[in-house]
């Protein structure tokens, strides 16, 4: 019985390895089968798809700039019923090992190669951030974890909650799974309950006070699934996903009362120019789906924003809105590395407490297990603790690199077995702003968060810390890792000697919890603002003062929903697809 049982499981694992090496050397085949709309943007042709009545030249119902978490599940909804345009500036997920795969989540941050996933990019604050540059947007780069919006989340931004509660659902059915707990998480969970964040809620996506597990859209096999992954839902004939197509800026027709948005400038993988254009229908709509650093830098190139700053970089005005890129905010977040005496699997964010007092408490484990991460470093930072990003290559002095070698040698090898508690605050007041530094879409804009600038904040962060090392110093979490009880003072000083951003370090300095949570802030990739409802967008979301004109992501939200935003983004762009369907087109819609 034990050989046929070990036969079965040899069976499975080859059958596993097969089809996921497969799956990689044939995923061009495969997405092209499956995804027979998505073509590389050299391939477009004004005169190859749908038209206008009035004209021969190539023009669509809509055109959505941006392939990312809301702009996919929102191409997918509109062409059940129009001609759809998806712009994309990255390339597709499907082939890209480091994105599909959890055991390399940490190398795909790391790589900031041009043709990477992922884009890196440093606040003025000092802290090291990325951007996706990929068809599925950050459900491509991002930690996986998978929740809803709490309720009054929903009330404040004036969603129709019956619609919400239809939308999660078409997304979670098509790639969200639940998770298999990893030893670290779990015990992360006793750890959370002994502090007394409770209830435990179990697995659920709601977001409820207490200790739960969440979603994933990592699968039992470690395998990623993406927000591109929802296009197969769309009617492939209505729709055209162009991918290497980097938008410039949105048309205009400046001859009437209102500025209406005629198509977009784009270039391909080549750097050819391209134009593609809207039908006349007073319906149809350029959308913006960039994310909060794209999407304000996109308006900005496009003429809308503050008249002095378009003015500074000679850029041609189109309409003045002194709010763009305002508001920025980003939810703060601090690690306490816990060492442990067991080997530890690899985990990414599964078990979440939600405090009352405004903080969130998660955890992951063995980031830098494999050895490609110990024994090499992509750039001048890799997956020691923490953040998971790269210095500028303007930064990499040759004392810089010396600095950071040698802090890598002292490293004991043991660091790479354990795991971090995270602590974040949810909601900071704390808000920056975004401004353009050329005229060059490829740039990244120069973005502050101002984290910690408001006392509040503040803090919460330490209430926070606080209570992270109670969850480590707690005895079932001890228990778990073989470990006596640390002090917080040696917590504390190990984490903050780590290269984690480029903020200047005060190590030894531990007591004083204020200075610990500026010292290490780090970001957990839950920027957003710019294009905020009622200053810059409508509350159906078209931008203000334009015809033709919206903004579906999360550069519109003044806060970031639930614990983490993936969840409200994707079901964001399937919600605003529906409403725009329904509104043009009423039962007829069919969704």
Not at 298 to 320: C, F, Q
Not at 333 to 360: A, C, D, H
Not at 525 to 545: F, I, T
């Amino acid at each position: 019985m034990a050989a046929f049982v070990g036969a079965v499981k040899l069976f499975l694992c080859l059958a596993l390895w097969l089809n996921t090496l497969s799956s990689l050397q044939g995923a061009k085949d495969f997405y092209e089968f499956r995804y027979p709309f998505i073509k590389r943007a050299s391939s477009f042709s004004s005169s190859s798809s749908f038209s206008s009545s009035n004209t021969d030249e190539v023009s669509y119902d809509y055109i959505i700039v941006g392939g990312g978490t809301a702009g996919c599940p929102l191409a997918a909804t509109l062409s059940r019923n129009f001609s759809v345009l998806l712009l994309e500036r990255g390339g597709v997920p499907f082939s890209n090992a480091n994105v599909s795969f959890l055991s390399n989540f940490h190398i795909a941050l790391a790589d900031t190669s041009p043709s990477s996933a992922s884009q890196p990019f440093v606040s003025t604050d000092g802290v090291l951030n990325a951007r996706a540059r990929v068809l599925g947007g950050g459900t491509c780069i991002n930690a996986g974890f998978y929740t809803r919006a709490n309720s009054d989340f929903i009330r404040r931004v004036g969603w129709d909650a019956r619609l919400v509660n239809e939308s999660y659902p078409w997304v979670e059915k098509q790639i969200v799974h639940q998770p298999k707990l990893a030893g670290w998480q779990d015990a992360f969970k006793d750890g959370l309950l002994d502090v007394g964040v409770a209830p435990y809620n179990g697995f659920t996506y709601d977001h409820i006070y207490g200790t739960k597990v969440g979603g994933t859209i990592f699968d039992r096999f470690g395998r990623r699934h993406t927000a591109a992954e929802l296009l197969a839902t769309a009617n492939p004939k209505m729709l055209t996903v162009l991918v290497y197509a980097t938008v410039q800026k949105v048309l205009f027709d400046k001859t009437g009362k209102r500025p209406r948005a005629m198509g977009v400038i784009f270039k391909d993988e080549n750097g050819n120019q391209h134009q593609a254009f809207l039908t006349n229908s007073r319906r149809s709509e350029v959308i913006l789906s960039c994310g909060a650093i794209g999407t304000p830098q996109m308006l900005m190139l496009s003429g809308i924003g503050p008249k002095a700053e378009l003015e500074k970089l000679n850029i041609s005005m189109v309409l003045h809105n002194e709010f763009v890129g305002k508001g920025m905010a980003d939810n703060p977040m601090n690690s306490v590395f816990v060492p442990t005496n067991r080997p530890v699997e690899q985990s990414l964010i599964q078990t979440v407490g939600i405090t009352k007092m405004g903080v969130y408490i998660e955890a992951s484990s063995g980031f830098g297990q494999s050895q490609d991460s110990i024994r090499c470093h992509h750039g001048i930072l890799s997956a020691e603790i923490g953040q998971l990003s790269t210095i500028p290559p303007k930064q990499r002095t040759p004392e810089a690199i010396q600095a950071f070698l040698k802090r890598k040698r002292d490293l004991p090898h043991e660091a790479f077995k354990g795991g971090f508690i995270l602590e974040k605050i949810a909601s900071p007041i704390s808000t920056g702003h975004l401004n353009l530094v050329n005229t060059n879409i490829d740039d990244n804009p120069s973005v502050t968060f101002n984290y910690f600038g408001h006392p509040h904040d503040l803090q919460r962060c330490v209430d926070g810390i606080r209570m992270a090392a109670k969850v480590i110093q707690s005895d079932r979490f001890t228990n778990f890792t073989k470990c006596d009880k640390p002090t917080v003072e040696k917590l504390l000083n190990m984490s903050v000697k780590a290269n984690i951003n480029l903020i200047p370090k005060h190590t030894n300095d531990t007591k004083f919890l204020q200075q610990f949570c500026k010292d290490t802030v780090i970001t957990i990739w839950h920027y957003h603002g710019g294009c905020h409802v009622g200053k810059v967008v409508h509350p159906d979301h078209r931008v203000l003062g334009t015809n033709r004109l919206r903004i579906v992501d999360g550069s519109t939200f003044s806060e970031s929903p639930g614990t983490n935003p993936q969840g409200t983004v994707l079901m964001m762009g399937r919600y605003m697809g529906v409403k725009i369907l329904r509104r043009r087109l009423g039962r007829a819609a069919g969704v």
